[in-house]
């Protein structure tokens, strides 16, 4: 899951993957990454389902799980254990 999810900020934002190979679970994401700004949130949420193969409503959504890399990998996980 964290590979995948690394996969995805790789393509999406256009990071270096050394660089996303680095991140833990305190990386901070939106606020943090220029690259990551709100038109980049939504390629990146329909990415997330695309791959993943789920929907993310709106209520899902809120500032703390795009904070870190840790709260946006703990948000899709407890997405695909929800179904």
Sequence with gaps: MDRDLKAILVDVLGLEPDEVDEFDNETGLFGHLPELDSMAVAG?????????????????????????FGGLLAFVEMKLIEG
């Excluded at 997330?48 to 870190?68: G, K, W, Y």
């Design 44 to 68: 990146l949420f329909t990415e997330i389902e695309d791959r993943f193969d789920m929907l993310i409503e709106d209520d899902d959504v809120d500032a703390e799980m795009l904070e870190t």
